[in-house]
């Protein structure tokens, strides 16, 4: 059954990823299984509320820049916390490539988030994340902006361009960066979320705080597996092209504190810190955590943008 905390560094193994050498737990369910992981043997670990959503969700074999794979990436155990926050439009857009176009809340103001996740139970084992991201406008669409944000503020759909997405393990970093053309590079990152608190903290270079968090979790509400399915699109250039990548996430406990008071949010020295720096956060309007949540990661695919 795979630990919930990193493994030790002998009890590793190196695995190719399109050329690339990363190491994994041994006898993880990436050692064991390399994708194809037996939802049976996921079921019993007791950390698994159920499988079902997963069994719903047949995987396809593809070919990625990190060589054969399948697609989507099952993540069994999640949680997860997001602060939204107001920030000035001209700054937002300093920060997006011209294709894409933020989404706006009022004419010069549009919405940008930290967020972090702790992935407890997943295809590629454990590992922890964290990011800067920009609420965009889904990149087909003109005008159509206020269902759009009334969506994203639900939590039912969000469109996003990611500034920064630091994660703690190598396969993550490799596969994130090389297979979806996120931002990803490894650092020493804390993640824990439970019923009663949120704290994260993200390394810098040298050891010190790039951003870190810490705050009451807001009170928590049960869903059935999958009555409540929220999707994210965040758009990445690979090569030249744009792709979008779609996650879905099966919330299974979660809650939400609007203009949150308790809550400390420490901006240090740092690739994150720089990122949210730049885009001159005004006010938290939200705080979502989910403590318990699935997810299935697709792999990016080609799209089409808006010229602007």
């Given at each position: 059954m795979p630990s919930s905390q990193p493994q030790p560094q002998h009890d590793t193994v190196k695995v190719d990823l399109g050329g690339r050498s990363v190491t994994v737990p041994k006898g993880g369910l990436y050692d064991r299984y390399r994708m194809e992981t037996d939802l049976d043997e996921v079921a019993r670990d007791p950390r698994v509320s159920?499988?079902?959503?997963?069994?719903?969700?047949?995987?396809?074999?593809?070919?990625?820049?990190?060589g054969p794979t399948l697609t989507p990436n099952f993540y069994y155990r999640i949680s997860t916390a997001r602060l939204t926050m107001l920030a000035p439009t001209r700054a937002i857009r300093s920060r997006l490539p011209r294709e894409l176009a933020p989404l706006e809340v009022a004419p010069g103001l549009g919405l940008v988030s930290a967020m972090f996740f702790r992935y407890d139970?997943?295809?590629?084992?454990?590992?922890?994340?964290?990011?800067?991201?920009?609420?965009?406008?889904?990149?087909?669409?003109?005008?159509?902006?206020?269902?759009?944000?009334?969506?994203?503020?639900?939590?039912?759909?969000?469109?996003?361009?990611?500034?920064?997405?630091?994660?703690?393990?190598?396969?993550?970093?490799?596969?994130?960066?090389?297979?979806?053309?996120?931002?990803?590079?490894?650092?020493?990152?804390?993640?824990?979320?439970?019923?009663?608190?949120t704290t994260a903290r993200v390394a810098n270079d040298t050891g010190g705080v790039d951003l870190a968090l810490s705050a009451s979790t807001p009170a928590q509400n049960s869903f059935p597996s999958g009555r409540r399915v929220s999707s994210l699109t965040s758009y990445t250039a690979i090569d030249g092209a744009w792709h979008s990548t779609l996650s879905q996430t099966n919330v299974l406990s979660a809650g939400t504190a609007l203009l949150p008071r308790d809550l400390q949010l420490t901006v240090g020295q740092g690739r994150m810190a720089d990122d949210l720096r730049s885009l001159r956060p005004k006010r938290t309007i939200q705080f979502d955590v989910v403590t318990e949540g699935q997810l299935a990661l697709h792999m990016p695919v080609p799209t089409s943008v808006r010229t602007r």
């Open positions: 159920g499988v079902d959503f997963f069994r719903r969700l047949p995987k396809t074999r593809v070919d990625s820049p990190i139970v997943c295809d590629i084992d454990f590992y922890t994340e964290a990011a800067v991201g920009i609420a965009v406008k889904p990149a087909r669409h003109g005008k159509l902006g206020f269902f759009d944000l009334v969506s994203a503020l639900k939590n039912e759909h969000l469109d996003s361009y990611v500034l920064s997405l630091p994660v703690s393990t190598d396969i993550a970093q490799v596969r994130g960066h090389d297979g979806y053309g996120f931002p990803k590079w490894v650092t020493g990152l804390d993640v824990d979320i439970d019923a009663h608190r």
